[in-house]
C-alpha cells in the first residue's frame, strides 16, 4: 500500500528537498506552505500524486483549516514532517523579529504538531517528524529567540513521545536536529560542515524510515551537539 507524507514548510530548503526525496520512493505526498506559487512549481515537477494547500502556520484556524483540507485530499495521512520555521540573527534585539520567531518555530509548530497527533490517534498509527536544529541544546547571543524555539520544539516532541509511549499508542516522533544547512536561512562567515539540501534529505528519510528518536543531520554534527552540552560557559562566550 502506498505510504502518504505531508509536509508542512515544503516551499524550499530541507522541506522542498524532502518533497523530491519521498517522491522518489513513491509515496503520496502533500506540500503545505505560505507560498502556494512555489508548491505549484514543485508539482509540476512531479506528478498528479501530489496534492498542494496553501498554508500559514502562525495563522491558526487557517492552518488547520488548511490541514483538515489536506486529509480530505489525500484521505489517510501517514507520516507528518513540520519543516515551517524562522530565524534571524539579532544582535540588536528587534524584538518584531524574536516575536515572529517564536510565533512560528512555537506557536506555529504546535499547532500543527497536535492536530498531526489527533489525526494519528484516530486512525490508529502515525509517525511525527520535526525540525529543530543542534543549537537548542545552548542559548544563542546572536539568536536569542532562535535557539530557543528550538529547545522547545524538541522538549516538545520528547513530550509527545512520551504520551503515545504512556498510552501505548502506535505514534512514533522523531526530532531532527540540523547543523548548517545550504538553505536561505543560513547565515554568517564562519559555517563549517555546510550540508546541501539533498544530503540533509537523505539523512532525514533515512532517519525517517529507521523510527528514530532523534537524528543529527549531518551525523557529523552529533558531535557537536555533545561538546555543547558539555562545555562550561567560560569556553562557550567564545563561540
Same mark, same amino acid.
Not at 517564536?102 to 489527533?118: L, P
Not at 486512525?123 to 529567540?145: D, E, F, N, Q, T
Not at 505514534?171 to 538553505?183: K, L, M, Q
Not at 549531518?218 to 562557550?236: M, N, Q
Given at each position: ?34 507560498? @502556494?506559487?512555489?508548491? =505549484?512549481?514543485?508539482?509540476? =515537477? ?7 494547500? *496553501? ?5 491558526? *484556524? ?5 490541514? =483538515? ?32 520567531? @517564536? ?54 516532541? *520528547? ?16 526530532? @531532527? ?7 536561505a536561512m543560513a547565515e554568517g562567515d564562519n559555517m563549517f560542515w555546510v550540508s546541501s539540501t539533498e544530503k540533509a534529505a ?21 558531535? @557537536? ?15
Open positions: 500500500m502506498t505510504k502518504t507524507v505531508l509536509i508542512i514548510g515544503a516551499s524550499s530548503g530541507i522541506g522542498e528537498a524532502l518533497a523530491y526525496r519521498f517522491h522518489n520512493e513513491s509515496y503520496r505526498i502533500g506540500l503545505a506552505a505560505r507560498r @502556494i506559487d512555489k508548491l =505549484n512549481a514543485i508539482k509540476d =515537477n512531479l506528478d498528479s500524486l501530489v496534492a498542494v494547500e *496553501e498554508m500559514d502556520i502562525t495563522n491558526s *484556524e487557517a492552518s488547520l483549516s488548511a490541514f =483538515n483540507s489536506m486529509v480530505e485530499k489525500l484521505g489517510k495521512i501517514d507520516l507528518v514532517i513540520i519543516s515551517s520555521g524562522t530565524g534571524f540573527v539579532n544582535e540588536d534585539l528587534d524584538y518584531t523579529k524574536e516575536i515572529e520567531t @517564536i510565533q512560528t518555530n512555537c506557536s506555529g509548530f504546535v499547532v500543527m504538531a497536535t492536530q498531526a497527533f489527533k489525526h494519528f490517534q484516530e486512525k490508529g498509527a502515525g509517525h511525527l517528524v520535526g525540525i529543530s536544529s543542534v543549537l537548542m541544546h545552548r542559548g544563542s547571543a546572536y539568536a536569542p529567540a532562535y535557539s530557543a524555539s528550538k529547545a522547545f520544539v524538541s522538549n516538545y516532541m *520528547e513530550g509527545l513521545r512520551m504520551k503515545a509511549l504512556k498510552s501505548r499508542l502506535n505514534i512514533h516522533v522523531t526530532d @531532527i536536529r540540523p547543523g548548517y544547512v545550504d538553505t537523505d539523512q532525514i528519510f533515512n532517519a525517517i524510515k529507521k523510527k528514530k528518536k532523534r537524528a543529527y543531520i549531518t551525523k557529523r554534527w552529533a558531535l @557537536i551537539a555533545a561538546i555543547l552540552t558539555i562545555v562550561p560557559d567560560y569556553l562557550y562566550k567564545r563561540f
